[in-house]
Nanobody
Framework: QVQLVESGGGLVQAGDSLRLSCTPS????????MGWFRQAPGKERMFVGA????????YYADSVEGRFTISRDNAKNTVYLQMNSLKPEDTAVYYC????????????????????WGQGTQVTVSS
């Protein structure tokens, strides 16, 4: 059973930064695009961003464009979500996700396209 282990969440103030990490238990995911999603209480799981297999192309939701950066270190089998200039509306549980097969960029923003999910890490931004 593939596991995605996340870390890095916490409680910060508006304007602060956090970096989330996601490490799959299977190194096969170095050949897969990886996505980040978030879910606030009472709301749907929303796309945050995604990165292709070799890290050359990144995609972001409009709400985080310019503040968040996704990167990956395939040697460490880890994907990162660097979050800067955090706002209270960024408060949510953040999840990384991976697909069992190659995923076209067209589908990166669709949660149903992903087969594996991390356990989620809470990010709380106070005003």
């Amino acid at each position: 059973q593939v596991q995605l282990v996340e870390s890095g969440g916490g409680l910060v103030q508006a304007g602060d930064s956090l970096r989330l990490s996601c490490t799959p238990s299977d190194r096969a995911f170095t050949n897969r695009a990886m996505g980040w999603f978030r879910q606030a209480p009472g709301k749907e799981r929303m796309f945050v961003g995604a990165i292709d297999a070799n890290g050359g192309r990144r995609y972001y939701a409009d709400s985080v464009e310019g503040r968040f950066t996704i990167s990956r270190d395939n040697a460490k089998n880890t994907v990162y979500l660097q979050m800067n200039s955090l706002k209270p509306e960024d408060t949510a549980v953040y999840y990384c996700a991976a697909s069992a097969s190659s995923l076209p960029p067209l589908f990166y923003s669709q949660p149903a396209r992903y087969d594996y999910w991390g356990q989620g890490t809470q990010v709380t931004v106070s005003s």
